[in-house]
């Protein structure tokens, strides 16, 4: 996702060298070991290069391509005539990053088949950001420029090893904004790559992080450290925010999160010197709670400082291969809903901004009759992301109907009735517009200057396979269902592809960016990632007339955080389950994707990181298993000591271990943190997600369980 620009040396159809592209004016040769790794993941021996059947007995064999989408297109023709189109689901998630073109043509597919069941990773992932935005209100002018700000406040993110709010050269970047006076304030219970670089990181109890940004956002309010005149002009509810946000005191938040009174400060103090902050919240806080009304209060921080891009300043992250966008201007635009029309059956979960809410997907397969979802399209690997592995296990092998298009083997892969075979990253041509249009969804993504790059196909496919793009899957299933695709056009509208003949990728792709700002084929002939000074936008000043306001005291947020005041004087106890699981990402691995490509991967295992003193208290040598417990299930992993990592907490990482039943070896395999999870308690009332983060478990020694 990071997209960085590479040099790929081919010789016999082989990669054999990856590098950064030197000449590129962003990233300027930098490219993570992702990138760098393309040629084993071409040469992975566990790619499937046959799409794969299973037979009524269960066992896989190699189909025709063309054959396997005539049988499943037969199928689910069958099963939306028997039980109608919502008895078909689609998981969209990281997988389709992949490619530039497989969302739009995949997501034209799910509009036509008119199922409601489309679900995305978005509602597990970072939720709260797009509810948190939505409640605030967005503002005409857009997000500000990194470049910009002389403060930045990183919480619950860890964008060095992440790549999430800063895509290129990230330590370079951090270590060069800071050298430049940048004041970097990082919120992680971890002293993370990013953490390193700050001059105050707060190292909160996890799970507490609405007491911080509120007990900064009171230090600001308290120390008139408001923009008056902004507030006057743009924004409502400030009386109501000041109210809500006065109880959380320095001494206060300190002492229930864990922290020193005079950090607290500190942070509020550069944030109220600052000009411009830059505010970067990541998983860290959405999963651990109170995603919404974390990131609420950081859009609220910004609003009660100003911190928005104002007239005659670029836009930040111009369209380039998209249409143009409404102008720019310095003013709140029109709030949205925050609810859709559609309904679940179970939990009284429903649609919202961020779409259907995936927690309720499983059970949506289990609970039987009229609605039940019997098929699912999935691009990604759910048998391991969802939270609750033994309920994801137990509804995808409840399906009628599993399908999963990928270039290797999963644990997904291994349950579905069809896994359709494709080309990989260097098989297929693409552009950055994809990653334009995830910017809109999470404006971590894409980049701040009005950047594009397209690259051809750059090798054939290995000869005697049989692979096809993942969006010919879409377009050839639509084809023979008899459903007419619709992609978007430059006017906004929808507008109807030719599905008679079946485009070349690149047809494809000049459909896709038809309209654009920038002509598709300029882009083209640069044969680089360049940026296009023509696409920048100027932010305009604001209407006279506009009378839409940033709302500084949404009712359903100023509710939660009043509820959530009188847990500052609670002393936490947990005498059964005394410790904090927390996510984090590593580096050079993404979520749980080749896993099993050989020397991907420097370790194969996701220690369970821990403070130095808690191994010691614990008697626990690091390298040595541990059982960690919450009082849904148990997993043995192994502990590793975690310099710098706040006492009480569990790091670890997901898209690792073995299924419920499997035989496991936490040395070699790592541990599934899934399995430690629900999807039906302590969700959230708008996206579902469950608890991800600030978990809580116990932990022991174990022994080692070896073959
Ligand atoms: N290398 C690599 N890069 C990736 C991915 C990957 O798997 N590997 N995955 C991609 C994906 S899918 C996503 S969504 C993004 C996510 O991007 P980020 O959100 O930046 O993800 P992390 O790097 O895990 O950073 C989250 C940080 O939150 C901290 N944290 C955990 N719990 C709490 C808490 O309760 N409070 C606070 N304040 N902090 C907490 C963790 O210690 C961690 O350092 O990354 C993307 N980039
Ligand atoms: N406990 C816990 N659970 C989590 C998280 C967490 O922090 N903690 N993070 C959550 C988040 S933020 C995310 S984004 C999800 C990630 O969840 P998913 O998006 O499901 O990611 P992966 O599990 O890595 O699945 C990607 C799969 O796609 C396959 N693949 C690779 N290339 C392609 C391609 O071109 N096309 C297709 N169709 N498939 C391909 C890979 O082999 C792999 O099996 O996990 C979520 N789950
Ligand atoms: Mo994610």
New binding site residues.
Partial sequence: MALCATVVEIEDNLPLRVTGDRTNPLYGGYTCIKGRSLPKIHANPARVLHSLEKDAAGRRQAIEVNAAIDEIAARLSALIEQHGPRSVAFWFA?AQNASSITYSVARAFANAVQTPMIFS?QT???PGLIIGRTLHGEWGGGEVRAADADAALVIGANPVISHQYLSQNPARRLKDSVNDGMKLIVVDPRSSETARRAHVHLQPRPGTDVAVIAGIIHLLIASDKVDREFLALNAKGFDSLARAVAPFTPERVARHAGLDAQAIIDAAHILGEAKMGYVAGG?GISMSGHGNLCFYLLRCLQTVRGFWPRAGTRVAGPSVLLPPTMPPTAQPLPLKPLFGDERLRVRNLKQSVVGMPASGLPDEILLDGPGQVRALIALGNPASSWPDTERARRALAKLDLLIVPTVEMSETADLANYVIAIKTILETPATTQFAEQVRKVHHGYGWDEGYAHHTPVLLNAPSGSDLIEEWQFFFRLAQRMGLQLQIPGADGGMRPVDMTREPTSEEMIDLLCEGSVVPLGVVRDARAGRVYAEADRIIGSRDPSCSDRLNLGDSLMMAELVRYAPTLEASPSDIAFPFRLTPRRSDGVV?SMYRRTPGMHKRHDNPAFMAPADLERLHIQPGTPIRISSPHGEIIAIAEAGAGLRPGVVSMSHGYGAMPGEDEDPSRGGANVNRLLRMDELHDSISGIPLMGAVPVAIEPAEMTTE
């Fill in positions: 990281s990773v597990l992932d970072q998983t979520n």
